[in-house]
Structures are given as C-alpha cells and as structure tokens.
Nanobody, 123 residues
Framework: QVQLVESGGGLVQAGGSLRLSCAAS????????MGWFRQAPGKEREFVAS????????YYADSVKGRFTISRDNAENAVYLKMNSLKPEDTAVYSC????????????????WGQGTQVTVSS
C-alpha cells in the first residue's frame, strides 16, 4: 500500500508558476506509475500528467502540454509537477495518484490517491 501527501499549492497570478510535490510512503514506490489529476468545482476529475515507474516516459493532457512538467525522484519517494504560465482555468484541486503497472489517463485506473492541494490562479 502507498500513502500519498501533496503540498505546494497556493494562490498565484496568471502567468506565474508553482511546483507541486507528492510525498509517498509505503512499499515499492519504484514499482508504481504516478499521475497528477485535477478537479475544478462542478467539474469531473481530469487527467493532467503521468510518469512511468522508471521516469523514462511521461504523458500530458493537451491543455497543459508545454507548460507543465512531471518528474519523480525515486530515491526520495516523491513526484513533482512544475507548473508554468498558469492560467485561471488551471484553478482546481490537484491530486497525485499511484498505480501498479504502466501509465494510464483514466482516474479509475489508479489505486492510491492523496488528499489534494488547492491551486488558485487569479486573473
């Protein structure tokens, strides 16, 4: 089992940057693909980015491609999401998630979730 705790959210102006962190505890972090998802009020949870267990492969939603970067440090049991050029429409609760096996974009494919961290982008 894996426990996930996100941090790094906050209030930022449009065009600004934030770096989210997700600290993992538990067994075999290096065997899990990791994903970031977000959910805005009144909307469904949506995929943001994913990274393979070895960090060799990454995948992004079209809406964040070129602005966000996912990375992981397996020695530190952590995954990160660097967000640049933030827009008001990026405002949401951001959650990290873990799954055994390869990367996926569907939330239902992930086994473990953090509690989320709020990101608010003002115009």
């Amino acid at each position: 089992q894996v426990q996930l705790v996100e941090s790094g959210g906050g209030l930022v102006q449009a065009g600004g940057s934030l770096r989210l962190s997700c600290a993992a505890s538990g067994r075999a972090f290096t065997s899990y693909a990791m994903g970031w998802f977000r959910q805005a009020p009144g909307k469904e949870r949506e995929f943001v980015a994913s990274i393979s267990s070895s960090a060799v492969s990454t995948y992004y939603a079209d809406s964040v491609k070129g602005r966000f970067t996912i990375s992981r440090d397996n020695a530190e049991n952590a995954v990160y999401l660097k967000m640049n050029s933030l827009k008001p429409e990026d405002t949401a609760v951001y959650s990290c998630a873990a799954r055994g096996g390869g990367m996926r974009t569907g939330p239902s494919s992930y086994d473990y979730w953090g509690q989320g961290t709020q990101v608010t982008v003002s115009s």
